[in-house]
């Protein structure tokens, strides 16, 4: 049996060289996390190769080397330098076997892979396929994956929308209207819920209680509006909320009085420069990716649970459903009184 100095020995001179990617919709802090891997990696003595445009870039064999100064001057810029793609092809046996060849022509003997729920079920798929060491980092404004408190990019967009609402709703007190306005998160209401309670909205629509109650008609029946000259409600954009167009249709025809609006937030949600948190959780999530694969973890995702680093197997990040805080709808009610 190995001592740990020998095994951790062992285990670095297996990795020699470590690939990056971001995959799926782009998160502010990905560039972040993507400077702390770069850096942890070579001050651990190994090579990097930056891969871009996601999982495409594997087919494509879009790879570069990367060193210390690839990464310089990008912790505080939005988006992904590594850019990022959709690939159909990845999908597939076949496509993986190209880019498990475009992984083997460029000596990789790992992975980290920046992303969502999507890119992390690619990455598991591709680690059990050909028996490559990978990391994930979670990378997503929607804050949707299991065993982490928060994810990567959360705290931006959190940001972004409450800044958003606050200039909304000084339109929305000079006219007396009922604006429904449209967050992200087609699976989970973690945007539509906090961004609510920070912004002082009356209500948020999340798809965690649709099939629980008729969310609109709760509102209208508890007369949310009998006390103020303006309204405003955040609305989750999935297929079981209908969106903020399906709440506003709704009320033309059910609740006629009301003078309606619609605001989309849309992609604005994904830009901008990243908060201070999104940055120092994406540079820890970062440094501690090369900690985990030289601990010999692989198929594993980065969380944070109680501020502290924790290794989340992919299976549970991406299968099991992160509960939406019940405590704080409740205390969204009480305080739109």
């Not at 060289?17 to 502010?28: F, H, M, R, Y």
């Not at 800044?163 to 339109?171: L, S, Y």
Request: charged share 25%; aromatic share 6%.
């Amino acid at each position: 049996m190995r001592t740990f100095a020998a095994q951790n020995f062992y285990i670095m001179a297996s990795i020699k060289c470590v690939g990056i990617l971001t995959s799926g919709g782009d998160a502010p802090g990905m560039n972040a996390a993507i400077r702390a891997v770069t850096r942890a990696a070579i001050y651990n003595g190994w090579e990097v190769k930056g891969i871009y445009r996601g999982y495409k870039g594997l087919i494509t064999d879009e790879v570069s080397a990367f060193k210390t100064n690839n990464v310089s001057n990008i912790i505080q810029q939005g988006g992904t330098i590594l850019k990022t793609a959709r690939s159909q092809e990845f999908m597939t046996p076949e496509g993986r076997r190209v880019a498990y060849e475009t992984v083997r022509r460029h000596q990789i003997d790992a992975l980290v892979v920046i992303g969502g729920d999507g890119s992390l079920t690619g990455a598991r798929i591709f680690a059990q396929e050909y028996n490559l060491p990978i990391v994930g980092l979670p990378g997503t404004i929607d804050n949707d994956l299991a065993g982490t408190d928060t994810t990567i990019g959360y705290d931006t967009a959190l940001n972004t929308i409450m800044e958003a609402v606050d200039k909304i709703r000084d339109t929305a007190s000079s006219h007396e209207r009922l604006f429904f306005i449209e967050v992200m998160g087609r699976g989970a209401g973690f945007l539509a819920l906090n961004g609510a309670v920070a912004s002082g909205a009356e209500a948020a629509i999340i798809p965690e209680i649709c099939t629980e109650v008729d969310q609109l008609e709760d509102l209208i029946k508890n007369g949310f509006r009998k006390s103020k000259n303006s309204s405003i409600v955040l609305v989750a954009e999935s297929e079981l909320t209908g969106g903020a167009m399906g709440m506003a249709d709704r009320v033309k025809k059910e609740y006629p009085g009301y003078d309606v609006r619609v605001t989309i937030l849309g992609h604005i949600q994904r830009g901008g420069s990243p908060s201070a948190s999104d940055r120092i959780l994406a540079s820890r999530m970062g440094a501690a990716a090369i900690d985990a694969l030289l601990d010999d973890q692989r198929n594993v995702m980065i969380g944070i649970q109680n501020e502290k680093i924790v290794y989340v197997p992919f299976s549970k990040a991406i299968k099991d459903d992160k509960p939406i805080d019940r405590d704080l709808l409740n205390t969204l009610r009480i305080l739109s009184i």
